[in-house]
């Protein structure tokens, strides 16, 4: 770090510390010493004024398009831009009016260059502000809101001096109330239980949130879980179609505009996302947040989302996955506007490379994929190559001439994290799904990603961050191709601990029996989400309360079952049900009474539904809610405790206990009572009578620890890793006769248990149950 250029940047008014932290940005340094070199040139005492000086770094680091610094280093040089607030202007005009020639006069107007505000024009627009606070002035004194006058003086007076009118305000509040007293130095004493304006204003304010959609709030007035947009709002903000050129980064050519205008010709000005995954394997939680991105935003913009297979490997994609693909999509409650496929453009792909090696913007390598992975691989020596030498060998290798991993048609740019000459082409003798044998050479994703944007006019090519190291390539080539650029936004991607994503690693999951298919319900892929019953609103409660963050985030999956929670618990209607069952005779009903119960089956609101169970001499109850002798914190059924029974109005006390030759309980004989003819017992419990006999199964998290990937953490590798009692079956669960009949996915909660859901091996004869999530704790359960 040279001393020269300390001081250099010393002299404009920056602190040394500040001046060092500046050097280490290469950019903000080259872009400061080109400033300071063109304003030395008008005056050299200008190098070294305090007023430039700032102007100067704020040029250096917020403006973004670099072609403008040198016009407005010469309005900064002349005085004729004086003021941070002009120079915002300056940026703002510039940034709506990005092409070449500008309008200077209009420029000059909007910066206000040239406006000369006096000191008398200061004084009166100060007094009139003054004069309107006056009585707020005058009871509060020195603790009334100064900055409230100042912000109005200022409106008044855009282009007046800060510094200017911080003075005059100052000077007239001295001059209307005086000194400083002893007691407008004192701090306010905030009176117990009072509320201060700004309290009053803070409640108003959270009463209103309460009437407004949020991911604490997520129905909707009718009852339904609100959309992801809904419950998002203001939180996704991106620019209007047609606007790609205000957004930061985005590159501006002299075509530009005129491919602007053809793209809202094309789109009618509305918003065109995409969802564009690889059909080799399934879609996960990650997904999911992509999903809702991409549809959604397009979806409550009223403009289109395709969903566009990136089938570019054809060596790993399978018909399985494209069919998963579109009904994970589905299922989450968006409807493609077009299913396409990158290969549908394969003919003008190939065409576009022709023209980039024409336009001396690639070139065919040799080097082996091997030497030119990583981040510092040496430069090709087929960089220079003569461009018909490329088109010829480009040929070649499309007509199967050259032999797989022998050639690769690589592009003359840089991505962002330093990664040089990306490859475009690559050769693999692979017979492809829909376009069978025709091709042997198929491009990537960093060739083929931008151009299917274009050719399709995306507005909004939302992607996870990191694909932000290739969003410069992204641009770089729509425009040296001379072809519409899209707007490329990033966001955080969606990770869950306890878990693995990876297609290759859930493969082997498979593949050693460790899980049974891509649908195991102890998978975090969308189908085993499904499979297991968590709702499609509540993946999209989830996705809104990670919400839009550029931050990677690894989130304990018991966020994401809360959001289930939250969902079943308006969703799915009760039953009764017992995992492990314990026999109970009522000893004062005859052998052959016949009653019925009526049983809501949302408690909270009976007006949506009940049904009506059988209760009889003999009922099951849960083993694990009777004991011989009960404690004072024990709330069920005992030899010395009575229990009420769920939605019954009864109360049971036992008489006797029938236990086998080991001692095991296995009947409970008890009389039963009317609710109103006895005291109310500590607790309630479920219960059924003649129970369907189902299978349940119950799932825990797949691994034990929450970074199955990290080697730290498990050194052995992520199977070593497998939790061997994730998955446990009772084959003998009883549950109430309200569930006959159920299908796949219908859910329940079993009262007083969790949520259950009606798995896909269900049969005629036996219904298959997967516990979904476990109930919130309950402390007073026991």
């Not at 509040?173 to 905030?190: C, I, N, Q, S, Y």
């Not at 995409?274 to 990650?286: D, K, Q, S, V």
Request: net charge neutral.
């Amino acid at each position: 770090m040279a001393e020269a250029d300390i001081t250099l940047l010393v002299n404009t008014g920056l602190s040394e510390q500040k001046a060092k932290e500046t050097l280490k940005n290469e950019a903000v340094t080259q872009s400061m010493k080109s400033a300071i070199e063109q304003v030395g040139k008008i005056s050299p005492d200008l190098k070294s004024d305090k007023d430039v000086g700032k102007l100067i770094y704020h040029v250096a680091t917020k403006l973004k398009a670099k072609k403008f610094q040198n016009p407005i280093m010469e309005y900064i040089g002349l005085k004729k831009i004086t003021s941070e607030i002009q120079l915002n202007a300056a940026f703002d005009y510039l940034k709506h009016n990005p092409l070449e020639p500008v309008d200077w006069s209009t420029f000059e107007k909007e910066c206000g260059v040239g406006v000369v505000i006096t000191p008398d024009q200061v004084e009166d627009a100060v007094e009139q502000v003054i004069s309107k606070h006056k009585a707020g002035l005058e009871s509060q004194r020195y603790k009334y809101n100064i900055g409230l006058i100042m912000g109005e003086a200022r409106n008044k007076l855009k282009w007046a001096d800060g510094k200017a009118i911080k003075n005059e305000v100052d000077m007239q509040v001295l001059d209307l109330l005086g000194p400083k007293t002893a007691a407008d130095l004192e701090k306010p004493v905030k009176q117990k239980g009072s509320k201060t304006p700004k309290d009053a204003e803070n409640t108003k304010k959270k009463e209103q949130l309460k009437e407004t959609p949020s991911v604490e709030n997520f129905l909707g007035r009718d009852g339904e879980v609100m959309s992801f947009m809904e419950l998002m709002g203001e939180a996704v903000k991106f620019h209007k179609p047609g606007e790609n050129y205000k957004t930061s980064g985005y590159v501006i050519t002299e075509k530009t505009m005129d491919l602007m205008k053809e793209h809202l010709k094309t789109t009618g000005g509305k918003v065109y996302s995409r969802f564009p995954p690889e059909p080799n394997g399934i879609l996960h939680i990650g997904h999911a947040k992509a999903i809702n991105f991409n549809f959604g935003y397009a979806k409550a913009y009223g403009g289109n989302c395709y969903l566009r297979y990136d089938d570019t490997n054809p060596e790993k994609e399978e018909e399985k996955f494209f069919t998963a693909i579109k009904e994970m999509v589905e299922w989450l409650g968006y409807k493609p506007w077009k299913v396409t496929h990158a290969s549908d453009n394969f003919d003008k792909l190939y065409g576009y490379a022709v023209e980039l090696i024409k336009r001396g913007h690639a070139y065919i390598c040799h080097m082996r994929s091997e030497d030119i992975k990583g981040f510092n691989p040496p430069d090709s020596p087929w960089r220079d190559r003569p461009i018909e030498e490329s088109l010829q060998l480009f040929e070649d290798m499309k007509n199967g001439k050259i032999q797989e991993g022998e050639a690769t048609l690589r592009m003359k740019t840089t991505l962002e994290e330093g990664k040089k000459d990306p490859v475009a082409y690559r050769i693999k003798f692979a017979p492809h799904h829909r376009t069978g044998d025709k091709w042997c050479i198929y491009p990537t994703y960093d060739f083929t990603h931008c151009l299917c944007d274009s050719i399709e006019n995306i507005s909004h090519s939302l992607c996870t961050k990191e694909f932000q190291s290739r969003r410069s390539s992204y641009y770089w080539l729509c425009n040296v191709l001379d072809l519409y650029c899209p707007v490329q936004w990033e966001y955080g991607r969606l990770n869950l601990s306890y878990t693995v994503v990876s297609k290759r690693k859930i493969a082997k999951l498979i593949h050693e029996g460790y899980v049974r298919d891509w649908d195991d319900p102890r998978l975090f892929t969308l189908t085993a989400l499904r499979r297991r019953g968590f709702p499609p609103e509540a993946i999209n409660l989830f996705c809104a309360k990670v919400g839009v963050t550029m931050a990677q985030v690894v989130i304990d999956p018991s966020m994401l079952e809360a959001c289930v929670r939250d969902v079943l618990n308006v969703k799915a209607p009760r039953c009764m049900a017992v995992l492990d069952p314990l026999k109970v005779t009522i000893t004062n009903f005859p052998a052959d009474h016949k009653g019925e119960i009526t049983v809501p089956n949302f408690p909270a609101d009976e007006s949506r539904g009940s049904h009506v169970l059988p209760f009889q001499k003999t009922i099951y109850i849960e083993r694990s809610d009777f004991r011989e002798k009960s404690d004072k914190n024990y709330k069920r059924f005992a030899s010395d405790q009575t229990v009420g029974l769920r939605h019954a109005g009864y109360i049971l006390t036992v008489e006797s206990v029938v236990k086998d030759n080991s001692g095991n309980i296995t009947e409970v004989k008890a009389k039963c009572t009317k609710s109103s003819d006895t005291d109310k017992p500590k607790g309630f419990i479920q219960w059924v009578c003649n129970p369907l006999v189902c299978e349940v199964r119950l799932y825990d998290r797949l691994f034990h620890h929450k970074n199955p990937e990290d080697s730290n953490e498990v050194p052995g590798g992520f199977v070593s890793d497998v939790n061997r009692d994730s998955l446990s079956v009772i084959s003998n669960a009883y549950v109430d006769t309200s569930v006959k009949g159920s299908k796949f996915l219908d859910k329940y909660q079993f009262e007083r248990i969790g949520f259950f859901t009606v798995d896909k091996d269900t049969t005629s004869d036996r219904i298959v149950f997967n516990r979904t999530v476990t109930l919130k704790e309950d402390r007073d359960k026991n």
